[in-house]
């Protein structure tokens, strides 16, 4: 009788351990070259914010606490700039590791989630810790032209992620840290779009519902604006959505090098879509001339228009468009459901537009 009993003693305890890991959070690894200083994990909680001093022991660092909901963890080095950022909730065992000079490079263990999101962060490490450098730079001040061409670049990468993985939290992640509150209203609102019901249910998402919930009360539907073009044997023709179940635009301008690069992405939405989406491509040139002088030179099958005045053409002013080339895609009724977004975002929104 006494081994029963040791032995059910010995399954109590192990139950109860099993269940006190259900009802907290574990973070370790080993996290080099830091200098034998400290650094700093910071969480929110429903009592508040929590601020956990981390000494690292050879490296070596642990802690734990409860979350019921997946919540952000962000590390911060000694001097307060960022180092790295996880997500957690109750039941996950996290693990750290690599060198702490090399915040993209980290390594991580124990969940999906973070596993998913640290390999976003590798596979584009360079150009991450180059805006990473630039954004410490401009925290102090004004933000610098390199910084802004960093972000723009990033946004670029992240809006390209978003379209491939419209199903992933980690889409929602991106989204928050790196485009909304950087990017323009209508580029956020476009990318937020992309992603399922479910993923912005979901606590990773929580800035963004909050935002879009925002725009929803503030904003009414935004249509095209009357977009009166002219033709290559200059007529004028005013742009009727009407005509199709979905209208492409893409403004650009052959005055402006590399802006004409969406090409083949106009091609291949005509050539298998035919009339279920008008694809027109408006020029921003100043002079009509330069425009006609770069398309006779090729074999578009898409609609060519000219936005006379450009981009001081009341119509292309109501867009507020910051930068060519430039994607648009508006529904039958003339509602713009897509703007400011790459190729593979765009292709999905018209995808939803022309399917039963």
Not at 198 to 212: D, G, K, Q, W
Request: glycine share 8%.
């Amino acid at each position: 009788m006494n081994k029963i009993g040791a032995v059910l003693c010995i399954c109590v305890l192990l139950l109860s351990g099993c269940g006190g890991k259900d009802n907290e959070f574990v973070v370790e690894g080993t996290i080099n070259n830091l200098g034998g200083r400290p650094i700093y994990a910071v969480y929110g909680l429903e009592n508040g914010i929590v601020v956990d001093t981390l000494r690292p022991q050879n490296g070596f660092i642990t802690f734990k606490n409860s979350a019921s909901a997946v919540i952000p963890i962000q590390f911060y080095y000694f001097d307060k700039t960022p180092l790295t950022k996880i997500y957690v909730q109750n039941g996950d065992r996290i693990e750290l590791s690599g060198d702490g000079q090399d915040p993209f490079g980290l390594r991580v263990k124990g969940s999906s989630l973070n596993k998913d999101l640290f390999k976003f962060n590798q596979e584009n490490k360079e150009l991450l810790q180059s805006w990473s450098a630039e954004r410490n730079i401009s925290a102090s001040g004004m933000r610098t032209r390199r910084y802004e061409q960093l972000s723009k670049e990033l946004q670029g990468v992240v809006a390209k992620y978003v379209g491939e993985h419209k199903d992933s939290p980690v889409s929602a992640i991106l989204l928050d840290d790196y485009v909304l509150g950087r990017a323009s209203d209508a580029f956020c609102d476009s990318l937020i779009g992309l992603l399922d019901d479910r993923v912005l249910s979901a606590p990773p998402a929580a800035a963004l519902e909050m935002y879009r919930q925002f725009e929803t009360i503030q904003k009414s539907d935004t249509v095209l604006p009357y977009l009166s073009l002219t033709t290559v044997a200059d007529t004028t023709e005013l742009l009727n959505p009407r005509e199709a179940q979905a209208t492409l635009l893409c403004f650009w301008a052959a005055e402006t090098p590399g802006t004409q690069r969406y090409s083949g992405f106009l091609r291949e939405i005509t050539e298998r879509y035919d009339s279920l989406v008008q694809v027109v491509e408006i020029s921003l040139d100043r002079d009509s001339a330069v425009w006609k002088e770069r398309i006779e030179a090729d074999s578009a099958v898409w609609a060519r228009r000219w936005a006379k005045g450009g981009y001081l053409y009341p119509g292309v002013k109501e867009l507020h468009i910051q930068s060519i080339p430039y994607l648009l895609v508006a529904d039958s009724l003339g509602r713009i459901v897509a703007r400011g977004l790459s190729p593979d975002s765009s292709r999905v929104y018209i995808e939803r537009l022309v399917t039963p």
